[in-house]
C-alpha cells in the first residue's frame, strides 16, 4: 500500500490515467550494461511495468527517441529498436500491457486491464526525409508524432535549433498526411514558428505532450500563454510535464507545487478540457516524491488539496487526451 490517503488512492484508482510522455524504450535499448528489464521494479528510472501499474497509469505514449548520438545518423534504426523493446514487452506480458492502435482499443481499455501502450516518434528523423516511412512506422503502431526533438531535421526546427523557421514544405506534408492517417501531432520541442503553422495547417487537434507555461516560469520548452489558448481553442491537450527545468528557476529544488503551479495556470488560460500529463518519466529530471511512476497518485493527491473537482481531476489525468485521441485516432 502506498503514502496516499484513502480519498486519493480511490480517485486515483477509479481515474483513467493518460501519460503523454515517456521515454522508458530508450533504457530498454540501452547497452547491456545500462539495460533495463521493463518487467521488474525499480532497476533504476522510473518507470517499468510493476511501478506504472502501482502508479495506476491506464495508457502511456512510449517516445522512440533514437538518441541524441543517432539522430544525425542510424535515427531509423534507433527509433526501430525501441519500436521492437516495446513489442518484445508486450510479448512477454500480454495480460499487463497492449499495444493501442485504434479508437476502439483505446475505448476498451478498463482501469484493472491491460496498459494501453501508445507508440509515438519523437522527432522525425527516423522517417530519414520520406513520406513512405510515415506509413511504415503507421504500420508499425506510431500514433503520435512530435514534428522534432530539439534540433533541426528535414520538418521544421527545434527550440534549441541555430535557426528558427517555420515548418518545410514536408513538415507541411507530414501534418497533413497524420490527419489523413489518424496520427497525433505533437508540438512539444517545435519552434514559435512551426507550431503557429502547425496550428494553421491541422485540421484535427493537437497535443504538446510535455510543456509547461511560460508564465510561470519563462523557459523556452514552456508555451506562452497564446500558445496555450490557440492549442486549446482547436481542442487540444497541453501535458504538464514533471521536467525539473521547465518548472522553476531553481531546478534543484523543484517540487510537486512548482508542477501544480504550471497545472492552475494552464486551466486558467487553456480551460480545464484542456490540460493533461506528460511526465517525461525516463527522460528527465523529476522533482522528488515524482520522482518514479508509482507516485503519480501525489499529483491527485495535489489537486485535491487545491480544491480542483473530482470531475477535473478526472479530466487532467487523462479523460482530456482520451477525447483527443479517440477524435484523431477514428
Ligand atoms: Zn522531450
Same mark, same amino acid.
Given at each position: 500500500? #502506498?503514502?496516499?490517503?484513502?480519498?486519493?488512492?480511490?480517485?486515483?484508482?477509479?481515474?483513467?490515467?493518460?501519460?503523454?510522455?515517456?521515454?522508458?524504450?530508450?533504457?530498454?535499448? =540501452?547497452?547491456?550494461?545500462?539495460?533495463?528489464?521493463? +518487467?521488474?521494479?525499480?532497476?533504476?528510472?522510473?518507470?517499468?511495468?510493476?511501478?506504472?501499474?502501482?502508479?495506476?497509469?491506464?495508457?502511456?505514449?512510449?517516445?522512440?527517441?533514437?538518441?541524441?548520438?543517432?539522430?544525425?545518423?542510424?535515427?531509423?534504426?534507433? !527509433?526501430?529498436?525501441?519500436?521492437?523493446?516495446?513489442?518484445?514487452?508486450?510479448?512477454? $506480458?500480454?495480460?499487463?500491457?497492449?499495444?493501442?492502435?485504434? $479508437?476502439?482499443?483505446?475505448?476498451?481499455?478498463?482501469?484493472?486491464?491491460?496498459?494501453? =501502450?501508445?507508440?509515438?516518434?519523437?522527432?522525425?528523423?527516423?522517417?530519414?526525409?520520406?513520406?513512405?516511412?510515415?506509413?511504415?512506422?503507421?504500420?508499425?503502431?506510431?500514433?503520435?508524432?512530435?514534428?522534432?526533438?530539439?534540433?533541426?531535421? =528535414?520538418?521544421?526546427?527545434?527550440?534549441?535549433?541555430?535557426? !528558427?523557421?517555420?515548418?518545410?514544405?514536408?513538415?507541411?506534408?507530414?501534418?497533413?498526411?497524420?490527419?489523413?492517417?489518424?496520427?497525433?501531432?505533437?508540438?512539444?520541442?517545435?519552434?514559435?514558428?512551426?507550431?503557429?503553422?502547425?496550428? !494553421?495547417?491541422? #485540421?484535427?487537434?493537437?497535443? =504538446?505532450?510535455?510543456?509547461? !507555461?511560460?508564465?510561470?516560469?519563462?523557459?523556452?520548452?514552456?508555451?506562452?500563454?497564446?500558445?496555450?489558448?490557440?492549442?486549446?481553442?482547436?481542442?487540444?491537450?497541453?501535458?504538464?510535464?514533471? @521536467?525539473?527545468?521547465?518548472?522553476?528557476? #531553481?531546478?534543484?529544488?523543484?517540487?510537486?507545487?512548482?508542477?501544480?503551479?504550471?497545472?492552475?495556470?494552464?486551466?486558467?488560460?487553456?480551460? @480545464?478540457?484542456?490540460?493533461?500529463?506528460?511526465?517525461?518519466?525516463?527522460?528527465?529530471?523529476?522533482?522528488?516524491?515524482?520522482?518514479?511512476?508509482?507516485?503519480?497518485?501525489?499529483?491527485?493527491?495535489?489537486?485535491?488539496?487545491?480544491?480542483?473537482?473530482?470531475?477535473?481531476?478526472?479530466?487532467?489525468?487523462?479523460? #482530456?487526451?482520451?477525447?483527443?485521441? +479517440?477524435?484523431?485516432?477514428?
Amino acid at each position: 500500500m #502506498n503514502d496516499f490517503d484513502p480519498r486519493t488512492n480511490d480517485l486515483h484508482q477509479n481515474s483513467f490515467v493518460f501519460d503523454a510522455h515517456c521515454d522508458t524504450l530508450g533504457h530498454a535499448t =540501452a547497452h547491456p550494461f545500462s539495460r533495463r528489464d521493463l +518487467l521488474q521494479w525499480g532497476q533504476r528510472g522510473h518507470l517499468d511495468l510493476p511501478r506504472m501499474r502501482a502508479g495506476g497509469i491506464n495508457a502511456q505514449i512510449f517516445a522512440c527517441f533514437p538518441g541524441v548520438e543517432r539522430l544525425s545518423a542510424n535515427a531509423t534504426s534507433g !527509433a526501430l529498436q525501441r519500436v521492437e523493446a516495446l513489442y518484445d514487452l508486450i510479448d512477454k $506480458a500480454p495480460a499487463q500491457i497492449t499495444l493501442v492502435q485504434t $479508437a476502439d482499443e483505446l475505448a476498451r481499455l478498463t482501469p484493472d486491464g491491460p496498459i494501453g =501502450a501508445i507508440l509515438g516518434l519523437e522527432g522525425v528523423e527516423a522517417l530519414d526525409g520520406q513520406m513512405r516511412l510515415l506509413r511504415t512506422f503507421h504500420r508499425l503502431g506510431v500514433r503520435n508524432i512530435g514534428l522534432t526533438w530539439d534540433r533541426r531535421n =528535414a520538418a521544421a526546427d527545434g527550440l534549441g535549433a541555430d535557426t !528558427a523557421f517555420g515548418l518545410t514544405p514536408f513538415g507541411r506534408e507530414l501534418v497533413q498526411a497524420c490527419n489523413e492517417l489518424g496520427v497525433m501531432v505533437d508540438v512539444s520541442h517545435l519552434n514559435d514558428a512551426g507550431l503557429e503553422d502547425v496550428l !494553421a495547417i491541422s #485540421n484535427k487537434p493537437i497535443i =504538446a505532450s510535455h510543456s509547461n !507555461a511560460s508564465a510561470v516560469f519563462d523557459h523556452r520548452r514552456n508555451l506562452s500563454d497564446e500558445q496555450i489558448r490557440a492549442i486549446a481553442d482547436r481542442g487540444g491537450v497541453i501535458g504538464a510535464t514533471f @521536467v525539473s527545468h521547465f518548472l522553476t528557476a #531553481n531546478f534543484r529544488e523543484a517540487t510537486l507545487d512548482d508542477l501544480l503551479d504550471h497545472i492552475d495556470h494552464l486551466v486558467d488560460v487553456g480551460g @480545464v478540457d484542456h490540460v493533461g500529463i506528460g511526465s517525461d518519466f525516463d527522460g528527465s529530471l523529476p522533482p522528488p516524491r515524482l520522482d518514479s511512476g508509482e507516485k503519480y497518485p501525489a499529483v491527485t493527491a495535489g489537486l485535491l488539496r487545491r480544491g480542483h473537482t473530482f470531475e477535473d481531476i478526472r479530466k487532467i489525468l487523462g479523460e #482530456n487526451l482520451r477525447r483527443v485521441f +479517440l477524435e484523431v485516432l477514428s
